[in-house]
């Protein structure tokens, strides 16, 4: 049987195993983790999981590994990995790394040693957001907003950004940050930081995109994106999508819009990198070149309200 395995099984690494384990039947599931009580606890529920405390410890070969711990240590235990293992395939969690030079080191290593790899910035792999694709490529100009109260924009913008480029077919063009409020609060993951403002910008036939984040405030989180011909009002939450166009008088109609977890997903995407060498996530390259985008001017924004250091830190 292949080997599968996940490095980090906190809060969003057990969503990861939680679906990964439909896979037991097929493959050898290992998953690395330092903490020994969150092994006690995660070896009651997955019994035939095999949990290690150190990457060291997993097979010379690997399939596939989900590489989900926080950002500022992913290069590190990256690199640990693919220097005593044999690795095919890899899928990382977001925010990639906190550094520049982490992301060029990271693409010479998988390029040098023929690994493919993905981001898991998921919407992609959402089968309502893939209809809704379908819907917007009939249309010339895309103008998207993404509104909400205190929904951690650091650490989610990427995802949002991700979503623009994949129903704009369009790399993101333009990043401003510029509407960012210069007031930084720790996150709730400690050493790691949140802000608020809104962050601007272009991205191919999307003319304009707005990521607004609200302090103070408990203000639903709503995508809207509005053409020249249709408007749409997305609950992600509620699992519903208002839609209004021409044809229906610029009438609201409520359709069914459903959220994907993560718990849901990481199994079939597993088993489709497994038996088809890919899936509908961003691959590193091109994720790469979006994170840059987003990382590299926040480096900037962290050094003028007082974090010193060339890193980014979020996770």
Same mark, same amino acid.
Request: charged share 25%.
């Given at each position: 049987m292949k080997n599968i395995a996940i490095i980090g099984v906190g809060a969003l690494g057990k969503r990861h195993l939680q679906s990964m384990v439909e896979l037991q039947d097929q493959?050898?599931?290992?998953?690395?983790?330092?903490?020994?009580?969150?092994?006690?606890?995660?070896?009651?529920?997955?019994?035939?999981?095999?949990?290690?405390?150190?990457?060291?410890?997993?097979?010379?070969?690997?399939?596939?590994?989900?590489?989900?711990?926080?950002?500022?240590?992913?290069?590190?235990?990256?690199?640990?990995?693919?220097?005593?293992?044999?690795?095919? #395939?890899?899928?990382?969690?977001?925010?990639?790394?906190?550094?520049?030079?982490?992301?060029?080191?990271?693409?010479?290593?998988?390029?040098?040693?023929?690994?493919?790899?993905?981001?898991n910035c998921a919407r992609r792999e959402w089968y309502s957001y893939k209809l809704l694709k379908k819907e917007l490529d009939d249309c010339n100009e895309l103008y998207i907003s993404a509104i909400g109260g205190q929904w951690g924009i650091g650490c989610n913008a990427i995802h949002i950004l991700d979503l623009i480029e994949f129903l704009s077919g369009s790399e993101i063009e333009t990043l401003d940050l510029n509407g960012l409020e210069n007031k930084v609060i720790e996150s709730k993951r400690k050493g790691f930081?949140?802000?608020?403002?809104?962050?601007?910008?272009?991205?191919?036939?999307?003319?304009?995109?707005?990521?607004?984040?609200?302090?103070?405030?408990?203000?639903?989180?709503?995508?809207?994106?509005?053409t020249e011909k249709?408007?749409?009002?997305?609950?992600?939450? #509620?699992?519903?999508?208002?839609?209004?166009?021409?044809?229906?008088?610029?009438?609201?109609?409520?359709?069914?819009?459903?959220?994907?977890?993560q718990s849901q997903m990481t199994g079939r995407i597993v088993k489709s990198i497994i038996d088809d060498g890919n899936c509908n996530l961003a691959d590193y390259e091109s994720s790469m070149k979006l994170h840059l985008k987003y990382v590299l001017p926040l480096i900037d924004f962290f050094k003028v309200n007082g974090m010193g250091g060339d890193l980014c830190p979020i996770t």
């Open positions: 493959c050898n599931i290992y998953a690395v983790e330092i903490n020994q009580k969150v092994i006690s606890v995660l070896s009651n529920e997955f019994p035939n999981v095999k949990f290690i405390t150190t990457v060291g410890d997993l097979p010379n070969e690997l399939e596939v590994v989900v590489i989900a711990t926080n950002s500022n240590i992913r290069r590190i235990l990256f690199e640990q990995l693919v220097n005593q293992s044999i690795v095919r #395939n890899i899928i990382f969690e977001k925010v990639l790394f906190q550094k520049e030079e982490d992301y060029y080191f990271v693409q010479e290593k998988l390029n040098e040693l023929n690994i493919r790899a993905w981001v930081y949140e802000f608020f403002g809104i962050i601007r910008g272009t991205s191919g036939k999307c003319r304009n995109y707005n990521l607004v984040c609200i302090d103070n405030s408990i203000l639903p989180f709503r995508i809207e994106i509005t249709s408007r749409y009002i997305i609950d992600e939450a #509620n699992n519903y999508l208002l839609i209004s166009d021409n044809d229906s008088n610029w009438n609201w109609d409520k359709r069914d819009f459903k959220q994907v977890y």
